[in-house]
């Protein structure tokens, strides 16, 4: 069996029984625990599962990763990402720049533009954007989460609302086979789908790992994109789904 499908294989076993550890897939595959190891840090690294201790188990569907762990995760296909969605940015264009670590990746390639006005929800996009001269940068009131600096509540609703900008530039958290946009906390998603509703061009931002994990919070679906920023060909039901939308894929 080929590393490929031992991982696909790993990732069954672990949704069957809810944690596996690594003697039990060391004896199932016959395999080293060193070559088990290695297996288990790369599904980790991809979202797909999540290492506990002496095995590994289901990625949370109520808990996101730390803030702190997923400023680190996949940041070079972040970068990649970022940097084909800025191509697609005109100067002097209208937007929206939620909450998400790849959304503060998108703030840092977006400086090469020329007067942009952004609303954002977001501290640390508006940290990133605050001192280019020639970019307004509006941020959204609204209740501050600590641990990522994220901007949520009524408040931030009502703010947006106020806006119809050009396009609205989202993060995701998870991305379903159905082609469900999935999140973690219910007032994120409302901000979320605020920005959708009052953007002329919606764009997501998601790497890999995102078709891989299931949060609860239902944002939204695939067919209100105009476009899908990723890294890497998504599975083939997500490949067909933006087909049918006629959703543009990029990939990076």
């Known amino acids: 069996m080929n590393q490929q499908f031992r991982q696909d294989a790993i990732v069954e076993l672990v949704r069957q029984h809810g ?138 609703i009502d703010f947006i609302n106020q806006f119809k900008v050009d396009y609205g530039i989202i993060g995701i958290s998870g991305i379903d086979e159905d082609g469900s946009l999935l999140e973690f906390d219910y007032q994120e998603v409302r901000v979320a789908q605020a920005i959708i509703a009052n953007s002329r061009r919606v764009y997501l931002a998601a790497d890999y790992s995102k078709f891989h994990r299931n949060p609860v919070v239902r944002q939204g679906n695939l067919s209100q994109l105009d476009a899908l920023f990723t890294d890497r060909k998504p599975p083939e039901a997500i490949q067909q789904l933006l087909l049918q939308h006629d959703v543009a894929l990029h990939v990076a």
Do not use: W
Request: hydrophobic letters at 35%.
């Open 19 to 156: 944690y596996m550890s690594i003697e039990q897939l060391t004896e199932h595959f016959a395999v080293t625990p060193q070559t088990i190891r290695r297996d288990l840090n790369t599904l980790a690294d991809d979202g797909r599962v999540r290492r506990v201790h002496g095995g590994v188990g289901i990625e949370s569907s109520t808990v996101n990763t730390a803030y702190s762990t997923r400023k680190t995760l996949h940041l070079e296909e972040k970068e990649r990402i970022a940097r084909c969605l800025a191509q697609q940015i005109p100067d002097h264009s209208s937007l929206f720049i939620n909450i998400g670590t790849s959304n503060e990746v998108i703030a840092q390639a977006l400086l090469e533009h020329q007067g942009l006005e952004i609303i954002t929800n977001n501290l640390n996009v508006a940290a990133i954007l605050q001192h280019k001269e020639d970019f307004n940068v509006i941020i959204a009131g609204g209740q501050v989460r600590s641990r990522d600096g994220g901007i949520i509540g009524e408040a931030t």
